[in-house]
């Protein structure tokens, strides 16, 4: 049995098209929504409403956490962008659907998938094909192994679309209980899987996610979300855990075997 895994695809539907090539299932961990790509300030939501140095600026603010300035730099922008007429929900769900559209058709059959914390959960069942099977909180079986997952990211100053408490992360976490393969959106709560050595700054982990590995003790825990971390693979007791890889970069997906 081959799986392929990928996550944080942001966009890169040419690479997804092939993602599942040799394997017998694909296995998606979210975030396929571009907002903003924090390497080429030119691609994504934000640059193509606001241009390049926009968001260059958007993302320098962010870097060194000053995050009320971004904000504030987020609301002048979108208020003058208001002052048109256009709805700034109403865009940016416009823009989300349109690579929805091109994303969820280079999935092949079958893919299983959850959501990232930039994704917008009410919209994917419109764009799920029949081949796609999307899991939040659920667990199936794939090829007599059995698959757990759970979506989403925990709050943060970021305020991404799919961000949830911390006590809902771990509802979801203990409604999985105990799997072959435990797949999320976010790692663990280990200093060395959350911090992003470009972004210069931790991302969130789960702690619930942390409990379940020590305690019901997977094969592997494979999640994505930090970009660049300091560790891409960690052990903690007899589970392998993995960050798979950010695809929209690398284009490769993460291959696990048995």
Same mark, same amino acid.
């Given at each position: ?12 539907s ?10 017998d ?23 193509? =409403? ?30 003058? =962008? ?78 991404t ?22 797949c ?42 930090v ?32």
């Open positions: 049995m081959r799986v392929h895994v990928v996550s944080d695809v942001h966009g890169n040419r690479d997804l098209a092939t993602a599942g090539d040799g394997a299932a694909l296995v998606c961990l979210g975030d396929l929504v571009l907002f903003l790509d924090y390497a080429d300030h030119s691609r994504g939501i934000f640059p193509d =409403l606001f241009g390049a140095a926009n968001a260059a600026a958007l993302v320098a603010l962010r870097t060194d956490r000053r995050f009320e300035e971004a904000r504030a730099l987020g609301r002048r922008l979108w208020g003058e =962008l208001d002052r048109t007429g256009a709805g700034r929900e109403s865009v940016i769900e416009a823009a989300v659907r349109r690579q929805y559209a091109e994303l969820f058709a280079a999935f092949p059959t079958p893919t299983y998938a959850t959501y990232g914390n930039v994704d917008i959960p009410r919209l994917w069942p419109e764009y799920a094909g029949d081949g796609t099977t999307v899991l939040d909180g659920q667990r199936v079986e794939i090829g007599g192994r059995v698959f757990g997952f759970v979506g989403g990211g925990l709050t943060t100053p970021m305020r679309p799919y961000e949830v408490s911390d006590e809902e992360y771990a509802a979801k976490i203990e409604a999985v209980g105990e799997v072959d393969v435990l999320t959106h976010i790692p663990p709560d280990v200093p060395e899987l959350c911090y992003d050595t470009v972004a210069r700054r931790f991302e969130r982990g789960s702690a619930a996610l942390l409990h379940a590995i020590r305690t019901t003790r997977p094969r592997y825990s494979l999640f994505g979300h970009h660049q971390p300091l560790a891409r693979r960690v052990r903690i007791g007899g589970t392998e855990c993995v960050n798979v890889g950010h695809f929209n970069a690398t284009g490769t997906p993460f291959v696990l075997e048995w």
